[in-house]
T-cell receptor, first 115, second 117 residues
Framework: KNQVEQSPQSLIILEGKNCTLQ??????????LRWYKQDTGRGPVSLTI?????NTKSNGRYTATLDADTKQSSLHITASQLSDSASYIC??????????????FGQGTELSVKP | EAGVTQSPTHLIKTRGQQATLRCSPI?????VYWYQQALGLGLQFLLW???????NRGNFPPRFSGRQFPNYSSELNVNALELEDSALYLC????????????????FGEGSRLTVL
């Protein structure tokens, strides 16, 4: 069964600190992996996308890594800000998604940045 | 450019009633997706419409249904509401038809919060 597991479930850090969120998946074959940020009560917004051949992708203070061999991805946030408080969702796109497949969503990691 | 818009933002119903949620995709997008997000849980796929036709359906009972109109807007209907249907319902859109990509790039609306009492 295709699954995406994220850890930790929740995380509290102080403003200015770095943190790393983990995503393990069993989806195979897959074509892309995305990280979304979802503010409370809002719709998710895409942060990064990585193909199976990419190892790292940055978007400002967000850096995503991908190890296709171990089927693990991580999202590293540097110099955290209060506005980073949100749920971060890992989404795996199966290889034949555009032919009627389904995105596979993780449960999300709830990040809280405290002053 | 206007994003995905959903209405209503909040809806309160009682058990057994019906709820109708609406979604307007980004201009040029022909695919519309519906997701359910119960409190503290991840997004659960409900329905996918592309160019007026249902392309895929998640593991939800038949009382969850919907349709897509010729202008690509969509509505989600939930019949015989149950308490566990209380959730944030998110609509997303993307290019579809011959332009559909395999990158899974979805643009989400702000959601409709359904509360069933």
């Amino acid at each position: 069964k295709n699954q995406v597991e994220q850890s930790p479930q929740s995380l509290i850090i102080l403003e200015g600190k770095n943190c790393t969120l983990q995503c393990n998946y069993t989806v195979s074959p897959f074509s892309n992996l995305r990280w979304y940020k979802q503010d409370t009560g809002r719709g998710p917004v895409s942060l990064t996308i990585m193909t199976f051949s990419e190892n790292t992708k940055s978007n400002g203070r967000y850096t995503a890594t991908l190890d296709a061999d171990t089927k693990q991805s991580s999202l590293h946030i540097t110099a955290s800000q209060l506005s980073d408080s949100a749920s971060y969702i890992c989404v795996v796109i199966p290889q034949f998604y555009n032919q009627g497949g389904k995105l596979i969503f993780g449960q999300g990691t709830e990040l809280s940045v405290k002053p | 450019e206007a994003g995905v818009t959903q209405s209503p933002t909040h809806l309160i119903k009682t058990r057994g009633q019906q709820a109708t949620l609406r979604c307007s995709p980004i201009s040029g997008h022909t695919s519309v997706y519906w997701y359910q997000q119960a409190l503290g849980l991840g997004l659960q796929f409900l329905l996918w419409y592309d160019e007026g036709e249902e392309r895929n359906r998640g593991n939800f009972p038949p009382r969850f249904s919907g349709r897509q109109f010729p202008n690509y807007s969509s509505e989600l209907n939930v019949n015989a509401l149950e308490l566990e249907d209380s959730a944030l319902y998110l609509c997303a859109s993307s290019y579809g038809g011959p332009r559909i990509s395999n990158t899974g790039e979805l643009f989400f609306g702000e959601g409709s919060r359904l509360t069933v009492l």
